[in-house]
């Protein structure tokens, strides 16, 4: 299915009535894909365990950010500029939300997140670690977190001076969250399989496995 969806994409953007957005909308449900600079870019379907990770960080945002004006999402259709030429659509995993004008009524997220959380699968570090991270810096957007399943690492990224700075947290930290006032989450119940290390090692920056 993936395949001749990017086929058909294919055969029709060089049409002068080609709209990436359209294009883009109207992919077969169940194609995992998202739309960088108007051109859409296939990706692999994430696995259990990527889920697993996704769903743990998520659920401590969402215990923090009840009742409060910050709002936290999964897999949702992120447009970051809605006026670019070249338009570019992503899904990340989480995203942080404090605008409510920025979630429109289908659902959609446009304008600049204030956190974003991607997590590593084999076929996408490049994508994350570098495509995104650019773009994300450029946006604007003010933390983004890079979770590294493999080694039980997450690297959180501050915006300081239009330029991320790395802040890396081993199995055992607890993140004080840069953007949101108070809350920590902790990596423990994120990674519960992890090898077991020292607390005073998970907690000083630069932790690696």
């Known amino acids: 299915m993936e395949a001749r969806a990017y086929d058909r994409y294919n055969r029709k953007k060089h049409s002068a009535q080609y709209d990436p957005?359209?294009?883009?909308?109207?992919?077969?449900?169940?194609?995992?894909?998202?739309l960088i600079d108007?051109?859409?870019v296939m990706l692999?379907?994430?696995?259990?365990?990527h889920q697993q990770i996704s769903l743990r960080i998520a659920a401590q945002f969402d215990n923090y950010l009840r009742g409060k004006q910050c709002d936290v999402a999964q897999d949702v259709n992120v447009r970051l500029d809605e006026n670019a030429r070249k338009?570019?659509?992503?899904?990340?995993?989480?995203?942080?939300?404090?605008d409510p004008s920025k979630i429109r009524p289908n659902g959609w997220v446009v304008g600049v997140p204030d956190l974003i959380v991607e997590i590593l699968s084999p076929s996408n570090q490049g994508h994350d670690r570098i495509t995104k991270f650019d773009l994300y810096m450029r946006a604007g957007v003010r933390e983004y977190w890079i979770v590294d399943p493999e080694h039980y690492i997450v690297d959180v990224y501050i915006l300081e001076n239009g330029q991320y700075v790395n802040h890396p947290y081993g199995s055992n930290a607890k993140i004080t969250v840069t953007v949101l006032d108070g809350?920590?989450?902790?990596?423990?119940?994120?990674?519960p399989d992890a090898p077991q290390r020292g607390v005073e090692e998970d907690e000083e920056e630069g932790v690696e496995d």
């Open 38 to 40: 108007g051109e859409i």
């Open 21 to 34: 957005i359209e294009a883009y909308c109207n992919l077969p449900e169940g194609v995992n894909a998202e």
């Open 44 to 49: 692999a379907k994430p696995t259990f365990f």
């Open 183 to 191: 809350c920590v989450i902790d990596l423990s119940d994120v990674f």
């Open 87 to 98: 338009p570019t659509v992503f899904g990340p995993d989480i995203v942080i939300v404090c």
